[in-house]
C-alpha cells in the first residue's frame, strides 16, 4: 500500500510538473510563432470572386502592416473582419477602394483585382473605383446640407440623373433601401445634422449605394450606435447582402456571427483563418482564432 502511494504521488507529480512546463511554454511563446507567413487556414478562395487579392502587403514608412495576404470577396456575400485592435483590419479593408491613398508613407504590394481588373493600375480612375467600392465609415458622416442633399449628392457628381425626376427616383429608391423613406420622406429638406446617430448611420448608407455601387465597405458601422439602431443596420446589411457584396470590419463577434456567411480572422497584421462563420464561432482550425473568439485574448 506504502508502494502504490508513492507511486502515484510521483506519478501525479510528474504529471503537475509536464503541466506546468507547458503552460510556461504557452505565455513564453509569442503569438507570431503560431503564424506560417503567407499561409492562411480554411476556405480563403472561392469559386466566384469578386476581389482577387493575392500577397498583399502594407507599409506605413518602414513598419509593415500587412504581411503577405491572399484572399478571395465573393459576389453577393458578407464577409466579417475580426481581430484585436491594431491587427489590420481597417488596413486591409481600405486597400480595396484605395482609401490608404491618402497616406504619403503608405505602400501597398501585391495583386489586388476587381472582376479581374488591377486596383493600382496607375490609368485606373480611382473616383470612379470608389463609385464602385463604396465605403460606409465607423461614425456617421453627413454632409451639412438637408437630407435629400445628401442622397442626392453623388449621383449628381456622377451624372446619373439628368432630370429632376429622375434624381427623386434615385433618393427616394436609396432611402427605401436604406429603411428611411417612412421616416424621412416629410422632411428631405431638413438638415441631416439634426438626425439620430442610428438614422445618419443609415442616411450615410443610402448615400453610399445611391451611386449605384457594386461592393459595400463598412469599417465598424455600429460602434457609435445604440442597440435598437444597430439591429436595424444589420437587417438593413441583410437586405443590402441580395444586390451587393459587404465587407465589414467589426470588434462585435456577435455581430459577424449574426450578418456574415464568412468570417476572416486577423492577427499582427496576418490572415490567420477564413471560415464559414458557424465554423469559425463553433470549431475554428487556428489555435489563435480560438483563443480570441474564447476571450483568451484580444
Known amino acids: 500500500m506504502s508502494t502504490l502511494n508513492t507511486s502515484i504521488t510521483t506519478d501525479t507529480a510528474q504529471r503537475e510538473t509536464t503541466t506546468q512546463d507547458a503552460v510556461s511554454m504557452a505565455k513564453e511563446k509569442p503569438a507570431e510563432a503560431a503564424i506560417e507567413y503567407g499561409k492562411t487556414v480554411g476556405t480563403p478562395f472561392a469559386d466566384d470572386a469578386k476581389f482577387c487579392l493575392r500577397d498583399v502587403e502594407v507599409f506605413y514608412g518602414d513598419t509593415q502592416a500587412i504581411k503577405g495576404i491572399s484572399l478571395d470577396i465573393a459576389r453577393?456575400?458578407?464577409?466579417?473582419?475580426?481581430?484585436?485592435?491594431?491587427?489590420g483590419k481597417s488596413t486591409f479593408l481600405r486597400c480595396l477602394n484605395r482609401m490608404n491613398d491618402s497616406i504619403d508613407i503608405c505602400r501597398v504590394k501585391g495583386r489586388l483585382e476587381l472582376d479581374g481588373q488591377d486596383l493600382y493600375d496607375p490609368k485606373r480612375d480611382v473616383v470612379e473605383l470608389r463609385a464602385r467600392v463604396g465605403m460606409v465609415f465607423q461614425k456617421p458622416n453627413p454632409f451639412p446640407k438637408s437630407i435629400y442633399d445628401n442622397v442626392a449628392y453623388g449621383p449628381r457628381i456622377h451624372g446619373l440623373a439628368n432630370r429632376k425626376s429622375e434624381l427623386d427616383d434615385i433618393v427616394e429608391d436609396s432611402l427605401r433601401k436604406a429603411g428611411l423613406w417612412n421616416e424621412v420622406k416629410d422632411r428631405l429638406d431638413a438638415p441631416a445634422t439634426g438626425m439620430s446617430g442610428g438614422q445618419q448611420q443609415r442616411l450615410c448608407i443610402a448615400r453610399t449605394i445611391a451611386v449605384s455601387p457594386e461592393v459595400v465597405l463598412m469599417d465598424e458601422p455600429?460602434?457609435?450606435?445604440?442597440?435598437?439602431?444597430?439591429?436595424?443596420?444589420?437587417?438593413?446589411?441583410?437586405?443590402?447582402?441580395?444586390?451587393?457584396?459587404?465587407?465589414?470590419?467589426?470588434?462585435?463577434?456577435?455581430q459577424a456571427a449574426r450578418v456574415s456567411h464568412r468570417t476572416a480572422y486577423f492577427h499582427l497584421g496576418h490572415l490567420v483563418e477564413v471560415n464559414d462563420t458557424d465554423k469559425v464561432f463553433t470549431a475554428p482550425e487556428h489555435e489563435l482564432t480560438e483563443s480570441y473568439i474564447t476571450g483568451r485574448f484580444g
Open 76 to 87: 453577393n456575400e458578407v464577409i466579417a473582419f475580426i481581430g484585436p485592435s491594431g491587427c
Open 222 to 254: 455600429c460602434s457609435a450606435l445604440d442597440p435598437i439602431a444597430t439591429a436595424k443596420v444589420e437587417e438593413l446589411i441583410a437586405e443590402l447582402s441580395q444586390s451587393y457584396t459587404i465587407i465589414i470590419v467589426t470588434h462585435s463577434m456577435q
